[in-house]
């Protein structure tokens, strides 16, 4: 006797019933032939790629941003469509007194000088364009972060938004107050506090009225951007078993009644590490060994990624980054090896290799040998042939992550737009999921406090976008969700174990996903 796997037979019956048996009908038959959504998933989704920007809040992006299909969304707008009152005189100084106007950063921003405006969420593009770029970029430590969000106050982000690099001693830390401390390292600035339109970003605005917007999705873990690019691929940070004290924060400040935000030590007091530090494989940083020299040790990192998981299943993957072959000389080097080491890269324009999450683990010069790594052109290429791998990871250099200082929002968004049609363009579109999103919200304020899930997350929400032929057209998802949620639709689709409890426990990205609908081409 034949048999026919289900995608055969559905394919079967819309040939012999042409026209007339549209494709809801089809899934309708499917699902009362025992089809669930995990079924639909795998029928339909063959490739996932994940676009992966820098340091933008949600509000930053989509503060102003209205459904065009009456659908509800937590941004800064009220029922009348005008910026909420309730967040006028909001931000606040260390003494928790409100700030009568914002305080402005004239020297950092051109723009803002002899300017007034209220404390208030404001159009920031007529002071700082979305196609231009100051050397202005809001701190963004782990413990900082946390003293802005203020349990969830939301209100000191502008009273914190930059400062002066202090390591403190633990005597320091014990014998001054936090706001003493607050005024003395910070220093405030009201621009975090701005935000762009869609005549601003188009792009970006497009493609949420077109495909899926979640409007509650947080960056995984408080902080800046190597921490959340370990928690893309593994939904956990690195750590260091034996780093020395003077590298950890003293304490934990949440146990011991204190709110200080100047730790910037790279770990925190369990040896987890929860700020910047470069890898010490492949190409990395050449302006401070220091630094290098206490960066977490790939063999103590035995844990897996996803990376590891798609492996061990036979499924291709790759990290594509911006660049990849200028540095891929180095690839298989470490920092500390013989003649110029790995220590080569003088400039993110070139290579971030902190925002490569593949560079810390025991298995990276296994990804290079095996083609893991590769060069964002590959990706174009890829995507022309045909030829993507079942997951796909996109790195920008600093050119075009976003990343305030480095990289006007416009330049990042054309990146972006670029690699998204290529994808349309190719075989692949109708069995491709695109997702857009950001490691972290970089200082910027937002209006919504975040979810806490554990000690680490989760920090500020982020904007996060959804491209697919399968997409519910205009959906304003308001699932709870980080990138360990993307982590979950991967090993939904591919059958794969989660990595921990964060994946484990994550909202899968199911209800943003019309199977009963044609799909769709690719229209923004």
């Not at 676009?51 to 809040?57: A, G, K, L, T, V």
């Not at 803002?112 to 809001?138: C, G, K, M, R």
């Not at 750590?239 to 790279?266: C, K, L, Q």
């Amino acid at each position: 006797m034949t048999t026919i796997d289900r995608r055969t037979f559905l394919r079967g019956v819309g040939l012999a019933a042409g026209t007339a048996l549209a494709a809801p009908t089809l899934v309708r038959l499917a699902r009362a032939g025992g089809l669930s959504a995990r079924t639909q998933l795998r029928e339909h989704i063959d490739h996932i790629v994940v676009i992966f920007q820098e340091n933008r809040s949600f509000d930053h992006y989509f503060g102003t941003f209205t459904p065009q299909n009456g659908s509800q969304i937590a941004n800064l707008l009220d029922r009348s469509g005008r910026i909420d009152r309730r967040f006028l005189g909001l931000q606040k100084n260390p003494a928790g007194i409100a700030y009568p106007t914002l305080p402005l950063p004239e020297a950092e921003i051109p723009g803002f000088a002899a300017v007034e405006l209220p404390n208030l969420p404001f159009h920031l593009a007529p002071y700082l364009p979305a196609d231009s770029n100051v050397h202005w970029d809001p701190k963004h430590r782990f413990f900082r972060m946390m003293a802005e969000v203020n349990n969830g106050k939301m209100d000191r982000f502008v009273a914190l938004a930059l400062g002066h690099h202090a390591t403190l001693s633990t005597a320091a830390l014990d014998r001054l107050d936090p706001e003493v401390l607050a005024f003395d390292l910070a220093r405030p600035s009201g621009p975090v506090l701005g935000h762009y339109t869609g005549d601003d970003i188009p792009f970006y605005h497009r493609v949420a009225h077109r495909y899926v917007l979640f409007d509650r999705f947080y960056q995984a873990m408080s902080g800046g951007s190597t921490g959340n690019a370990l928690y893309l691929v593994a939904a956990r940070s690195c750590v260091h078993p034996t780093i020395s004290a003077a590298h950890m924060a003293p304490y934990d400040p949440r146990e011991n009644g204190f709110r200080h935000g100047f730790f910037d030590r790279p770990y925190d007091h369990r040896r987890i590490m929860i700020n910047d530090l470069s890898p010490i494989q492949g190409p990395t940083g050449s302006d401070n060994f220091h630094q290098l020299r206490i960066s977490p040790p790939p063999a103590a990192q035995q844990y897996p990624n996803i990376g590891d998981r798609l492996s061990a299943a036979h499924l291709d993957w790759a990290w594509y980054n911006e660049n990849w072959n200028q540095v891929k000389p180095w690839a298989l080097k470490t920092a500390f090896g013989p003649d110029d080491g790995s220590a080569v890269v003088d400039s993110g324009r070139i290579y971030e290799a902190h925002h490569n999450p593949f560079q810390y683990y025991p298995g990276w010069f296994d990804y290079v040998k095996q083609g893991h790594i590769r060069d964002a052109e590959d990706f174009r290429e890829d995507a022309r042939r045909g030829a993507l791998p079942a997951v796909s990871f996109l790195k920008a250099s600093a050119a075009h992550t976003e990343h305030p200082a480095d990289c006007a929002p416009v330049f990042g968004m054309r990146w972006v737009e670029e690699l998204v049609r290529a994808v349309a363009a190719g075989p692949a579109w109708e069995r491709t999921a695109i997702f857009i999103t950001y490691d972290e919200g970089g200082g910027f304020w937002d209006s919504v406090p975040p979810v806490v899930v554990d000690d680490y997350g989760y920090g500020t929400r982020t904007p996060a976008l959804l491209i697919s032929p399968w997409a519910r057209a205009g959906l304003v998802d308001h699932h709870v969700a980080s990138t360990a949620s993307i982590l979950k639709f991967i090993e939904t689709r591919f059958g794969l174990a989660p990595l921990n409890h964060r994946d484990r426990q994550a909202y899968d990205m199911s209800s943003a996903f019309d199977w009963d609908q044609r799909p769709q081409d690719f229209a923004v």
